[in-house]
């Protein structure tokens, strides 16, 4: 089993909709969350951390479920600019430093 | 605005051949990962270093893949022998501490023909 899964999509939505993606992780010692954002033949780039009690950054919020081990991202009014592929990234420190799984990632497509 | 520089960004090469790509992470920071990302299985961990010493290279095929830090500037990952199993992007990231954030680098994409 994947230590993250996630739905690989494509989730093709109008803009100005609200859309949610889901995350689910093996591993119920995993410690820290975070989504990254990544343009077609572009680099990862962090879009949020993940905390406990849930975060927001402008249209987008990001919740966390440990007793379920997943993650949520959802992005209200979505913008053209928002296409990309979205991945969930999950984090658990061991002895030997930190071990830093990622999904395959979830691709989205706002249509005009 | 501080970034990480991997070198080359693209890479074609024969199967066989030794490939070395290069990373330079952000200054300062004292953690860098090496990725390799294929459409097929993702973003994988090849290696992790801390303070320039090897924590995590158990995603790494050890028979032909080596990583190392030569210094705090500089991170390598070499490949000898190249397969064709080897095309990939292949990302670095840097962080610092235990921010637990990566900054990832533009990635070398690397075909082996």
């Known amino acids: 089993r994947k230590e993250v899964e996630q739905d690989p999509g494509p989730f093709n939505v109008p803009e100005g909709a609200t859309v949610a993606f889901n995350c689910t992780y093996s591993n119920s010692a995993s410690q820290s969350f975070f989504w990254y954002r990544q343009d077609c033949r572009k680099e990862p780039k962090l879009l949020m951390s993940?905390?406990?009690s849930g975060n927001e950054d402008g249209r987008f919020t990001a919740q966390l479920n440990r007793a379920s081990q997943y993650i949520s991202l959802l992005i209200r009014d979505s913008k053209l600019s928002d296409s990309a592929t979205y991945l969930c990234v999950v984090n658990k420190e061991s002895g030997t430093g930190n071990q830093f799984y990622f999904g395959t990632g979830t691709s989205l497509t706002v249509i005009p | 605005d501080a970034r990480v520089t991997q070198t080359p960004r693209h890479k074609v090469t024969e199967m066989g051949q030794e490939v070395t790509m290069r990373c330079q992470p952000i200054l300062g920071h004292n953690t860098v990962f090496w990725y390799r990302q294929t459409m097929m299985q993702g973003l994988e961990l090849l290696a992790y270093?801390?303070?320039?010493?090897?924590?995590?290279d158990s995603g790494m095929p050890k028979d032909r893949f080596s990583a190392e830090m030569p210094d705090a500037t500089l991170a390598t990952l070499k490949i000898q022998p190249s397969e064709p199993r080897d095309s990939a992007v292949y990302f670095c990231a840097s962080g610092f501490g235990n921010q637990n954030i990566q900054y990832f680098g533009a990635g070398t994409r690397l075909s082996v023909l």
């Open positions: 270093f801390r303070n320039r010493a090897p924590l995590d």
């Open positions: 993940v905390y406990s």
